[in-house]
T-cell receptor, first 114, second 115 residues
């Protein structure tokens, strides 16, 4: 099993630019989660999907953030326009069924906004 | 007040000792609790889950839950240098379908095991 795949692994961009982060969950998993991790705020849940449908986006910080899951094997998190305070590591995770907590994390995307 | 609180450490123990990591939570509806390990520059990985009061053992790891005191702990016996990592405590509130899977993480405790 390839695990959760994220791309890119590193992204450096300038303030105001659009950033798109990508995630491929583990095949067969029906839940997908996007997290952000910073030193100041720790690991925070941004949004999660069940069977491609967004269930809870209350963690999305602003309207500049949007997430989609067009099919069971692909999700994107977009930031437009990006700001320096968006610099963080963004993790995607997936899980199977009603097994809260057994989330498998991807390697993360390290984002730096200059 | 943060919903899940951990002592950020760092916690330093000698090899072979018992490392004790603690976590408190404020949300009384939290039902499930988890310990994740995160090596520097890597992603979190689940090492223990606990749902009922008492102890749960898995190899060198023991998770303890006391819902009355809103307290969760992780004990690592015979600590090894390879256990050096950040340990994240997470709670899952269960108050209906929209709460499922919504983990709240603590800030993490940095553990260093020195030879």
């Amino acid at each position: 099993d390839a695990g959760v795949i994220q791309s890119p692994r590193h992204e450096v961009t300038e303030m105001g630019q659009e950033v798109t982060l990508r995630c491929k969950p583990i095949s067969g998993h029906d839940y997908l989660f996007w997290y952000r991790q910073t030193m100041m705020r720790g690991l925070e849940l941004l949004i999660y999907f069940n069977n491609n449908v967004p269930i809870d986006d209350s963690g999305m910080p602003e309207d500049r953030f949007s997430a989609k899951m067009p099919n069971a094997s692909f999700s994107t998190l977009k930031i437009q326009p990006s700001e320096p305070r968006d610099s963080a590591v963004y993790f995607c995770a997936s899980s199977l069924g009603l097994l809260g907590g057994t989330q498998y994390f991807g390697p993360g995307t390290r984002l730096l906004v200059l | 007040q943060k919903e899940v609180e951990q002592n950020s450490g760092p916690l330093s123990v000698p090899e072979g000792a018992i490392a004790s990591l603690n976590c408190t939570y404020s949300d009384r509806v939290s039902q499930s609790f988890f310990w994740y390990r995160q090596y520097s520059g890597k992603s979190p990985e689940l090492i223990m889950s606990i749902y009922s009061n008492g102890d749960k053992e898995d190899g060198r790891f023991t998770a303890q839950l006391n819902k009355a005191s809103q307290y969760v702990s992780l004990l690592i016996r015979d600590s090894q240098p390879s256990d050096s990592a950040t340990y994240l405590c997470a709670a899952e509130p269960f108050a209906g379908g929209t709460s499922y899977g919504k983990l709240t993480f603590g800030q993490g405790t940095i553990l260093t095991v020195h030879p």
